[in-house]
């Protein structure tokens, strides 16, 4: 059964990029029908969608997160990383990555295979 598991660091300063990397085990990045999604939930409030990547690299954002947001694959398709410029404290969540069917992606569903998440909080 495939595991996700987040890692990066848990404290980043405001203006500065938050840098993420989820590891994929247990199971094949393939095929380009799944979602390999980020997502967050901040202190409060409900789950925020923030993007996907596809097997081929294909890449989609939420609006609200497209001007400074990346994902991508590292070292042979087994991690994808997300990259979020210029963090404000607003930007303080608990992160998860997902392997999601793309009719779970952006709904409040919990289907598919998540990682346990990591807390990433902005100081001002």
């Known amino acids: 059964q495939v595991q996700l598991q987040e890692s990066g660091p848990g404290l980043v300063k405001s203006s500065q990029t938050l840098s993420l990397t989820c590891t994929v085990s247990?199971?094949?990045?393939?095929?380009?029908?799944?979602?390999w999604s980020w997502i967050r939930q901040p202190p409060g409030k409900g789950m925020e969608w923030i993007g996907y990547?596809?097997?081929?690299?294909?890449?989609s954002y939420t609006p609200s997160f497209k001007r400074r947001t990346s994902i991508s694959w590292v070292t042979f398709k087994n991690q994808f990383a997300l990259q979020l410029s210029s963090v404000t404290p607003e930007d303080t969540a608990v992160y998860y990555c997902?392997?999601?069917?793309?009719?779970?992606?952006?709904?409040?569903?919990?289907?598919?295979?998540w990682g346990q998440g990591t807390q990433v909080t902005v100081s001002s």
């Open positions: 990547i596809k097997y081929n690299g294909f890449t």
């Open positions: 997902a392997r999601v069917w793309g009719h779970i992606y952006g709904t409040n569903s919990r289907e598919g295979s």
């Open positions: 247990g199971g094949s990045t393939a095929p380009n029908t799944y979602y």
